[in-house]
């Protein structure tokens, strides 16, 4: 995320970028402890906005759950609606291993974490990639995907606006497109057309 992170500084915002152990604790944890500094630095939810990536999305969606947010939210490649992956490929011991206990909490069932929370408040712009970075998984994956995510699990029956761009998963964040249109939407709370 530095590329973005850059780009906003440059244009006058502050920003917040740490990265957090996804790897050692589950998505409730983690949203506390990985946004909760973020939104402090920024001054608080009245001042806040958020640009995330992949799980980041779950976790602001996990913080805002009980929360009133008026701002705009960015999110690059969600599995709001989980991802396949989890559902394949946990039974495989190493799965956990590399993943984490939050990558185990992303499947697609009615039950798994992004299919369990409540819609948000906030104008939320949506970014999914169609090119499959990750060729190894997409087969696991139905329609088009990004290797990681499919374009229909990114979506959310909230979001205000929705842009599908031909990146894969892993560097999606670092596409100058990408930066251009969320710093856009971040501006005008819709997608530059």
Not at 24 to 41: R, Y
Request: glycine share 10%; with cysteine.
């Amino acid at each position: 995320m530095n590329k973005i992170e850059k780009d906003l500084i440059a244009h006058d915002y502050k920003v917040w970028n740490k990265s957090y152990p996804s790897t050692e604790h589950g998505i409730t944890e983690l949203a506390t402890s990985a946004v909760q500094p973020g939104v402090d630095f920024c001054g608080g939810l009245a001042t806040s906005n958020f640009v995330t990536h992949s799980l980041g999305g779950i976790l602001v969606r996990t913080y805002l759950q009980n929360a009133e947010f008026n701002g705009r939210i960015v999110m690059i490649s969600p599995p709001n609606k989980g991802s396949e992956l989890p559902d394949v490929l946990r039974e495989v011991e190493l799965f956990e291993k590399v993943l984490g206990p939050a990558g185990t909490e992303l499947g697609t069932d009615a039950e798994s974490r992004p299919n369990t929370l409540e819609p948000i408040e906030g104008e939320i712009g949506i970014i999914a990639g169609d090119r499959t970075s990750d060729p190894w998984f997409s087969w696991l994956i139905p329609g088009p995907d990004d290797g990681k995510v499919s374009v229909e699990s990114t979506r959310l029956n909230e979001m205000k606006d929705f842009l599908v761009v031909n990146h894969g998963h892993t560097f999606i964040m670092r596409s100058a497109n990408v930066i251009e249109q969320t710093r856009y939407f971040l501006g005008n709370g819709a997608f530059k057309k």
